[in-house]
């Protein structure tokens, strides 16, 4: 048996000891892209359910670095992709972020994890695909809008995902907000948020003139 595995059998809280942050040894594995390590740890019994002080379980970290290996490691332990953080962020939520453009990691989670989830909205009234249109990502957002995501929430404070994907710069905002619009229902483009703004409100206001334009051709 190798030396770490009868340390850690020997001393077997050290598994699940969490540091000042909360965070396990398993979170580390994930943080450090540790696969081995993590094998090992689970294998002997260390918890995938273990949040930190944030509410973060190693799911959650996986899903935001974009590691599809892990996600698949922890789901073969039976790991939840539906819980939340403690901003009601699920990994579906962080998997959506601007650094993760293949949609893999969206992919395996959507399948991974039950249908009714899908819209869960954090505690600013955010769903995945609110995140996924704030980083105009949008690979994640046709595999949120494929599996039934629904275009037309509001946040709290009545933002949609087409306001989130109006506000952004990048050249791919322009081809997020047209596939949203042709998933979403025809009172979108004049969808106002608690304020009376609408998209195109927003998008003028990020002086983002290839989305305003795009909006202003919809109209």
């Not at 893999?104 to 909205?121: E, F, G, H, R």
């Not at 769903?127 to 929430?153: G, M, T």
Request: include cysteine; aromatic fraction near 6%; hydrophobic fraction near 40%.
């Amino acid at each position: 048996m190798p030396l770490k595995e009868s340390l850690l059998k020997e001393n077997s809280a050290l598994m699940d000891s969490p540091d000042y942050f909360g965070r396990t040894p398993l979170m580390y594995c994930v943080l450090a892209d540790r696969l081995n390590t993590a094998k090992c740890l689970l294998r002997l019994g260390a918890q995938v359910s273990s949040v930190d002080n944030v509410g973060r379980s190693a799911a959650h970290i996986a899903a935001h670095k974009g590691s599809i290996k892990f996600l698949q490691l922890l789901a073969a332990k039976n790991c939840q992709f539906s819980l939340p953080d403690k901003e009601g962020q699920t990994p579906l939520h962080l998997a959506t972020n601007r650094r993760i453009t293949d949609g893999s990691c969206v992919k395996y989670i959507l399948k991974a994890m039950s249908s009714d989830y899908i819209d869960v909205q954090n505690h600013q009234g955010q769903s995945a695909l609110h995140c996924a249109s704030y980083f105009a990502n949008v690979e994640a957002v046709r595999l949120l809008l494929k599996a039934s995501a629904n275009p037309d929430i509001g946040d709290a404070k009545g933002k949609t995902p087409l306001h989130f994907c109006a506000g952004n710069t990048q050249s791919d905002a322009v081809l997020t907000s047209e596939v949203l619009l042709e998933k979403g229902s025809s009172s979108l483009i004049d969808w106002q948020d608690h304020e009376g703004r609408t998209a195109l409100h927003v998008a003028v206001k990020a002086a983002n003139k290839y989305v305003a334009s795009l909006l202003i051709g919809k109209v």
